[in-house]
């Protein structure tokens, strides 16, 4: 058997820009942010203290890169005025508990041969040790929180004690600083007002990209990660028209870049045209599906959209509110799940709703049926079930167990009536 390979080099310079932890060298289109975020930080570096600071916006708007970026120059410019600073960084969707973060923090400031142990130390020895060693650093100290809102609810010492340690006493000298990042727009209504009020002294929005800064950011990267002329003309400025349509995510404009890339080296071609970025736009598409499907949605959410399937592609039913929750109540009887209220299917609708599965249409049904919702399918029903046949961990849903998920290929008309 020949190699099933292709021959390496032919259409890829280098993968690792495209990396989740690469730090360009370069920060592109996102002058505003940074100047703002040195407004921020001005005080750091001339050893007056660091300020709060809260960063939002929606996934792959540059919030994380700016602000890896923004460190490495906060860390730079404090040692060049030799004024000594610590910048902590966290992700909290790694450490998505304040007990992981403060372990998290404390090694961070511990020598490799004295690490607090994973179990064992309470949060108030935590507490008291992160304190212990923070009063003896020399300098104020920086820390990042990205990802935030991953953390749980008792996050009121972290966001409001911590910051304020130096005015309560619980620190000597140390000024302590903490930048929050979200992309949750529900976030900051959900904070306590003090933990508000202290968090967001200075808040930084980052706004979705356009398609020209797609366009340059694509073009970057595409120098980067590509062999000179291998792009075809054009295909840089439709992967960042797609991603400017959906949500401006440069990260979601990379991916298509890259998958065109993947899918161009795959038909041993000598470009990566505009064709290898249609179908990589269905599959990044087909992707984005299943993840929803499989790890964003809730179980009750999960049993909501199937009978929302159902009643989407059989031509006799009509996927209206009062039909789901019939369905709805049957999946549940069929694999044992408690039934929710009709109020709560309907919130669950929602939430698929604004993860871009669902439409929602109000009809007046005449006199006999009132007014009621329609809730039709904005992805293929057969991506839907595709998702719902797999756990997130790839084991068998309990759908599939209790064999309520059609294969896309049979004869599923007979069989989903029997759940009407
Ligand atoms: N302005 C930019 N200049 C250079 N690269 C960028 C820029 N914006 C985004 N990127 C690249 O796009 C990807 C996504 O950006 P980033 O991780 O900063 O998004 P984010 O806003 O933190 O998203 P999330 O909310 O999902 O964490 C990264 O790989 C990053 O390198
Ligand atoms: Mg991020």
Redesign the pocket.
């Known amino acids: 058997m020949d190699s099933p390979f292709d021959e390496p080099g032919k259409i890829f310079a280098d993968k690792r820009p495209l990396d989740?932890d690469?730090t360009?060298e370069t920060?592109?289109?996102?002058e505003d942010e940074v100047s703002r975020y040195s407004e921020a930080l001005q005080d750091v570096i001339e050893g007056f203290g660091p300020n709060n600071v809260f960063i939002y916006?929606q996934?792959?708007?540059?919030?994380?890169?700016?602000t890896k970026k923004m460190m490495q120059f906060l860390r730079a410019e404090a040692a060049q005025h030799d004024v000594p600073v610590t910048i902590l960084e966290i992700n909290c969707n790694k450490d998505d508990s304040i007990f992981s973060v403060l372990i998290s923090l404390v090694n961070q400031l511990r020598p490799p041969d004295d690490q607090v142990p994973e179990q064992g130390p309470t949060k108030g020895f935590l507490w008291s040790t992160l304190y212990d060693e923070l009063d003896d650093l020399e300098g104020d100290v920086v820390v990042v929180l990205d990802?935030i809102d991953m953390l749980g609810a008792d996050n009121d010492k972290l966001l409001y004690e911590f910051p304020r340690a130096r005015k309560m006493g619980s620190l000597e000298d140390t000024r302590v600083g903490v930048i929050g990042i979200s992309?949750n727009h529900m976030f900051k209504d959900s904070l306590d007002p003090r933990v508000k009020s202290t968090l967001c002294e200075y808040e930084i929005f980052?706004s979705p990209y356009d398609a020209t800064e797609l366009t340059d950011?694509l073009q970057h990267y595409g120098d980067l990660v590509f062999r000179d002329g291998i792009i075809d003309e054009g295909v840089i400025q439709l992967c960042a028209a797609r991603a400017a349509q959906e949500q401006g995510d440069?990260?979601e404009a990379?991916d298509l870049l890259e998958t065109a890339g993947n899918i161009a080296r795959k038909h041993d071609a000598g470009q990566v045209t505009k064709a290898h970025v249609e179908e990589a736009g269905s599959r990044v598409e087909e992707q984005r599906v299943l993840t929803i499907v499989r790890e964003q949605l809730t179980s009750q959410m999960k049993l909501a959209l199937l009978a929302t399937a159902f009643l989407n592609i059989d031509d006799e039913a009509s996927p209206r509110a009062k039909n789901i929750y019939q369905v709805y109540e049957n999946i549940c009887e069929v694999c044992g799940y408690e039934p929710r209220s009709k109020r709560r299917v309907n919130d669950f609708l929602d939430s698929i709703r604004l993860y871009g599965l669902l439409e929602r249409d109000e009809r007046n049904l005449g006199r006999a049926g009132g007014r009621s919702y329609i809730h039709t399918l904005e992805v293929s029903p057969e991506l839907v079930f595709e998702g719902l046949k797999q756990d997130q961990d790839g084991s068998e849903s309990t759908l599939e167990r209790y064999d309520l998920v059609p294969d896309p290929d049979e004869a599923q008309q007979a069989r989903l009536m029997s759940y009407v």
């Open positions: 989740e690469y360009p920060i592109l289109c996102r916006g996934t792959g708007n540059g919030k994380t890169v700016v990802e992309n980052f950011i440069a990260r990379l």
